[in-house]
């Protein structure tokens, strides 16, 4: 046993609905997101946050929101790159609209631009399921894709349809533009991150998560017990998107610094998905999980060859992902479907009971 | 607001009276591409029939066939050897897919084998790519690509072949499916997999098979496509475009696959050329899967789809 | 709970016919279930009784007659409106979600309950925490009724047979239902799990007074617990009474006891 968590009983409802309910793990778990914030901005390299943990924390909230939409309420989505890029074209008219608002509040504004069309391509889901379903949403990723990449209006008419991130300041700190930091941009998106995920953690443990996962296990008894149907997916495809949105919104102003259409075509979708499948259907820590784990593999394979002495063409590189990905979705639906959350759930219970074998 | 009513509603219908040789023009082209649709939706169906599993990576496996193809009669194989060669690689691809991915996952929901077969699909592209390198190949068959008039309108030789190879193959499966005994097999796996197992049907044979023709099917359209375009990556995202064709003709009809292909095929090339222009081109992007979801909202279960019953 | 008058019917089933394509699943079926007694539906497969309880549930709409719960016509809702009501049921073939642990199926029973916006739910502040703690409270009671304490936090999709059904029955209890279906509660179980279904539902019937409608298809449990029974046969009633009644009727007889039960 690392630590002993014999003697402690739970006396009251409360504690054993907790987060964390061993003491143990709670003080762990908030030493360690402290460090996540601090020491990375403190210590790490440009490349490092630049390239790995700013893109690991946008994608870990896409991730969140198609788990909530796909994992919990069972409503498989192809459309994650159209909501995105909602948020993205939204967060650039707010900001340019508005050159005064906090981009914080920019962020949440099109967070529920993408809230809101996310909703008008929900409503068909209380006729269409599975994957048809998917098909559908394929329909609200090519039509997003296109009205961005057609109607001017929304890249302020420049002449190459791209948007550009304009430089934003939160408390006199530049966090967007060219000249902000990437450590000031490291510590926007993971604190975004880590508040979305807890109030993510809240709604999925209690009525809202238990009624998405009644209409995903068996949405007609679902139904026969009391549970609505419409308004359940559609507050689904509502927060997801929301979720989407914020982090297509950071996507370019935290990230990518100006982006076109392109950046959220039909592959953001299906990387997305695959985050949310390797990392854990329904869970939120599976996410986070899934999202680090797609970040790594370009970077593993860019970087492995050549620590080794070998040479990989570029090219190769690429279709070594495409199969690794492939791959990598086979083996996880085969041997373990709730994916790398709950590889990690088996773990921490062994190691509760380590070194004795039960 | 009347002149843009009158532009949505009159003006194309006009435009289609006025020229009538374009139209043709314009419903051949549509049908050409619709029956390429056709033909991907046709191995899904095929697959979803005999198998219950919704085959994402058909497209991807067209891409690997017409690759595969195009990568032997370069290596300097004469094309019967290399259609023979290609053929074999289908089926060997059949029993891998058979052993790695549905034999594992025998007991999954559907939602589960539909990923699986997305982790399918990327894994080939990837594979594909590596093993017969990026760039565009150009496919002979030997039968010349010339166009020539008939009736004044623009026909082409090697259109009019693949759509009488395609009439056929169709024909052919439809057959296969509702007359022959392993037909009869293949639709009792598709209804439900342990029923078929405990009455004895060899579940692993089946899927070989059919997945094997789904390969066969993939062969013929990478063929097609490839003659006429040259092979490229940009087949398996054209393939995404099978998927609206499915929801219009049911997943699990042949003629519905057909149909359906036609329409989508034809709808595109029709919006795209007379309404497109309204608003700035380009809706052959969306209007399939818009089309598919309008229906969808009307009529779940496509034009010839068998109504789902739900029981509790 | 004695009210003042002759017991009301709560439900009320008026001639109800129900087709699905060629086939005649109800016709023209009604009966009467008086408030707070356990009535049991007997019949071969295929006679009609899940299509029956469908019906109640509101899953399925008869083309021809009315159903009457508490004196209101109700035929035509849908299943969110039947279960608001106060009808609960379970189902034949345990519609447990299969994710979720034992105690998060339960609380999902208590859904009708719970309201209140979902922002608050994502702080879990104030109303949103104390409702989901009191609700919690009320759902143990429930577990600590069928004693299945040990397994709450067990996935719903892990456990044997015969405690997926209890657990299901939790769930239908946690919702107050004033109106229990039961379909096939004790298929599959061996003697003893029966026993303790049994004393389940006799419990739930005098302790909370809930009217208790099952299918179930062995006499001796019909007999024991239930003080009316409803036959059917392809679709049709053949008797309707008291067990002895029904069991002594030649009609029911015939269509599926056999000879004489002992």
Not at chain 1, 253 to 275: C, K, P, R, W
């Amino acid at each position: 046993m690392i630590y002993r968590e014999a003697g402690q009983f739970k006396s009251s409802y409360a504690s054993d609905q907790a987060i964390f309910p061993i003491v143990q793990d709670r003080w762990v778990a908030l030493a360690l997101l402290a460090a996540a914030v601090v020491v990375p901005a403190a210590l790490g390299s440009d490349y490092w946050l630049q390239a790995i943990l700013i893109p690991f924390l946008i994608y870990a909230l896409a991730a969140l929101g198609l788990n909530i939409l796909t994992g919990y309420a069972g409503q498989l989505s192809l459309g994650t790159g159209g909501f995105m890029a909602v948020g993205g074209y939204a967060a650039f008219k707010f900001a340019t609209a508005f050159p005064g608002l906090n981009i914080l509040l920019v962020f949440v504004l099109s967070g529920l631009a993408a809230a809101v069309v996310g909703l008008i391509f929900g409503i068909p889901s209380l006729r269409i399921k599975g994957f048809y379903l998917a098909v559908a949403t394929l329909a609200s990723q090519f039509f997003l894709i296109w009205l961005f990449n057609k109607v001017a209006w929304f890249s302020n008419y420049a002449p190459s349809g791209t948007i550009t991130a304009p430089a934003r300041t939160v408390f006199g700190v530049m966090v967007t533009g060219p000249n902000a930091s990437p450590e000031a941009r490291y510590v926007v998106a993971i604190g975004v991150a880590l508040v979305f995920a807890l109030l993510a953690k809240n709604l999925v443990r209690g009525r809202v998560g238990r009624a998405w996962m009644a209409i995903r296990d068996r949405d007609i008894a679902a139904e026969i017990i009391g549970v609505r149907p419409l308004r359940t997916k559609l507050l689904a495809f509502g927060i997801s998107s929301f979720l989407c949105g914020i982090a297509g919104a950071e996507y370019v102003f935290l990230y990518l610094g100006s982006a076109e259409t392109q950046a959220f075509d039909i592959n953001l979708s299906f990387l997305v998905l695959f985050m949310v499948i390797i990392g854990g259907l329904g869970s939120v820590l599976g996410s986070f999980l899934g999202a680090a784990f797609i970040v790594m593999v370009p970077i593993f394979l860019a970087n492995a060859p050549h620590a080794l002495g070998l040479h990989m063409p570029v090219a190769l590189q690429k279709q070594l992902e495409l199969m690794v990905f492939g791959g990598l979705i086979l083996f996880f639906l085969i041997v373990e479907p709730n994916g790398l959350a709950r590889l990690w759930q088996i773990t921490k219970e062994k190691l509760r009971l380590w070194p004795f074998p039960h | 607001m009347l002149s843009l009513l009158h532009a949505v509603f009159v003006a194309p219908f006009l435009d289609m009276a006025g020229s009538p040789t374009f139209l043709a023009e314009v419903l051949i082209g549509g049908i050409a591409a619709g029956r390429m649709y056709s033909l991907v939706a046709l191995g899904f169906v095929l697959i979803f029939k005999a198998s219950g599993v919704f085959n994402f990576a058909q497209g991807v496996m067209v891409l690997f066939a017409a690759l595969t193809l195009v990568g032997l009669i370069e290596k300097g194989l004469p094309v019967a050897v290399a259609l023979l060669a290609t053929v074999a690689v289908m089926v060997a691809l059949a029993f891998g897919i058979e052993r790695v991915v549905l034999r594992p996952l025998v007991n999954q929901p559907p939602i589960i084998l539909f990923m699986a077969t997305i982790g399918l699909n990327f894994f080939l592209e990837g594979f594909g790519e590596m093993i017969w390198g990026a760039n565009v190949k150009k496919l002979d068959v030997g039968i010349p690509d010339e166009s020539f008039k008939m009736a004044g309108i623009l026909l082409n030789k090697l259109e009019l072949t693949a759509a009488g190879t395609a009439a056929v193959l169709v024909a052919v499966l439809a057959v296969f499916f509702q007359r022959t005994r392993i037909g009869r097999a293949l639709r009792a796996v598709a209804d439900d997999h342990e029923a078929a197992l405990s009455i004895g049907i060899p579940l692993k044979t089946i899927w070989v098979v059919v997945w094997s023709v789904a390969g066969l099917v993939a062969i013929a359209t990478g063929i097609m496509w490839g003659a006429k375009s040259g092979v490229q990556f940009s087949l398996s995202l054209i393939a995404l475009k099978a998927l609206p064709v499915l929801i219009l003709g049911g997943f699990t009809s042949v003629p519905g696959a057909i149909v359906g292909g036609l329409i989508v095929g034809t709808g595109e090339k029709l919006g795209e050329v007379y309404w497109g222009p309204l608003v700035g081109g380009a809706i052959e992007n969306w209007f399939a899967y818009m089309l598919a979801l309008v229906f969808l909202v009307f009529r779940p279960q496509g034009l010839f789809g068998e109504r789902i019953i739900e029981r509790v | 709970m004695s009210d003042a008058g002759p017991p009301l019917p709560l439900l009320e089933v008026d001639g109800i016919s129900v087709r699905f394509g060629a086939v005649q699943a109800l016709e023209r079926v009604s009966l009467e279930i008086v408030r707070g007694e356990i009535a049991a539906i007997i019949g071969p497969n295929g006679a009609g009784k899940t299509t029956l309880l469908n019906v109640i549930s509101g899953f399925y709409h008869p083309y021809e007659g009315a159903i009457r719960f508490a004196g209101v016509d109700r035929t035509h809702l849908k299943p969110y409106d039947v279960a608001t009501l106060g009808i609960a049921r379970t189902f034949q073939n345990v519609a447990l979600f299969k994710g979720m642990s034992v105690l998060d199926n339960i609380m999902t029973g208590r859904l009708l309950k719970m309201h209140g916006s979902f922002l608050l739910e994502a702080l879990y502040w104030g109303p949103a925490r104390r409702q989901e703690l009191e609700h919690r409270e009320f759902v143990e009671h429930i577990i600590d009724f069928l004693e299945i304490q040990a397994i709450r936090k067990t996935p719903a999709g892990r456990l044997p047979y015969g405690l997926q059904k209890r657990v299901e029955l939790a769930r239908a209890l946690a919702a107050q239902p004033t109106l229990l279906l039961l379909d096939e509660p004790m298929a599959g179980m061996n003697v003893e799990e029966k026993e303790d279904m049994c004393r389940f539902i006799l419990g739930v019937n005098d302790e909370f007074g809930t009217t208790i409608a099952l299918i179930e298809h062995d006499m001796s449990v019909v007999m024991d617990i239930s003080g009316h029974v409803v036959a059917l046969d392809y679709g049709r009633k053949i008797a309707d009474g008291t067990p002895d009644q029904v069991r002594s009727d030649q009609a029911v007889i015939d269509a599926y006891l056999g000879v004489a039960h002992a």
